[in-house]
């Protein structure tokens, strides 16, 4: 198995979708992972809880970015800053298939990468993200939809 | 047909990925209509490589400050930081950590050390004497003597804890700004003679005496670790 901070960098980079930003990220999910030791239990997956962090860090500062910005403070699980598509000059990866991977709406895209690239389980995701197996099953049938092999260009 | 019982998205990605029960999937399979349905929800084959690709593309690991908290479970900071490097499995030499690995948690902890996380004046002296007195309690061990090692100079002492049993860390830099420790902690063993080696490019002597299990670690350079260590052990 690969090493665990690649593996935090490249979800970092899936959550952000900028270079810079990740890079900021995986240091920032670091830092608070070795000041907060406390909080691992033994016997848990140190990964997960790493991958859950960062993700929970990432969206406290899209959180707070929206609060700033006038929207008035909403659930996280409904921030759609990440529906927005990228245009162009921001497209970070060459490939078509990250692209699409990278257009998601966040939790789709969480979902997608978690269980299809990190591997996970079904079940292990929604304790993640904390929503019930149902949810991650929407979210990968959505998110299999918009990456599938013969998607075109402006459907959904 | 049965609305109810109609073939949802869920169950084709379940099927999708061969985790939908026997029944199902032979429903699926016989059930022509259901094609483009499943084709609308085929991933590309080239998915997986794609994002492995990305993992030669991280940075490297930038160096992290040692989590400063006086009771961080020590075993946790190793677990961490040798998980971060080598790979997820955490493994047993470290959790195991109550015996002869318990030398290796401490070094792989030691090696996050850099001459910046030691910086500044030492420890205020009452706060000092605090520790030590904890680790008389939990140890036996008076260490204030273990404050003076020749060529080095004594920044701080800390609470830790591995494996939930009492460790002492006491903390020094040398001349040249390199960080050592002396680490204190109960162990199963009674007695064992200095015994030096590297560990995790640093060197280090540990020895047992009335079933307290001590390590000096620092720097490279194994004849003067194992030369300091024999002045500690015949001081305390």
Known sequence: MAALYPRLWRFALVLTRDRAAADDLAQKTCERALSRTDQFAEGTHLDRWVFTLARRIWLNELRAGAVRRGAGVVPVEEIEIAD??????????ASEVLTRVQALPEAQRMAMVLVYVEGYTYGEVAEMMDVPVGTIMS????ARKRVAKDVTHGSD | MDQTNAVTDADLVAYLDGLCPPEMARRIESDPSLGPRLQALTLPDELQAEFDALLAQAPAMPSMQAANSDTAPLR???ALAAAFV??????AAIFGARGPNWVDAVASYQALYVAETLAGPAQD???TAEVLAQARAATGVDMSAAKVIEGLAFKRAQVLSIDGAFLLQLAYLDDAGRPFALCVTPVATDVADLAT????DLAATHW????????LIGGEDIVRVEDM???VRAAL
């Open chain 2, 229 to 231: 260590a024999r002045q």
């Open chain 2, 76 to 78: 946790n900071v190793a």
């Open chain 2, 197 to 200: 080696k590297m560990r995790f």
């Open chain 2, 86 to 91: 080598v790979g997820v499995a955490i493994s």
């Open chain 1, 139 to 142: 979210r990968l049938a959505a």
């Open chain 2, 208 to 215: 047992v005496d009335g079933g307290v299990g001590f390590v």
């Open chain 1, 84 to 93: 927005e598509k990228p245009d162009a000059e921001t497209n970070i990866f």
């Open chain 2, 125 to 127: 002296a009452g706060r």
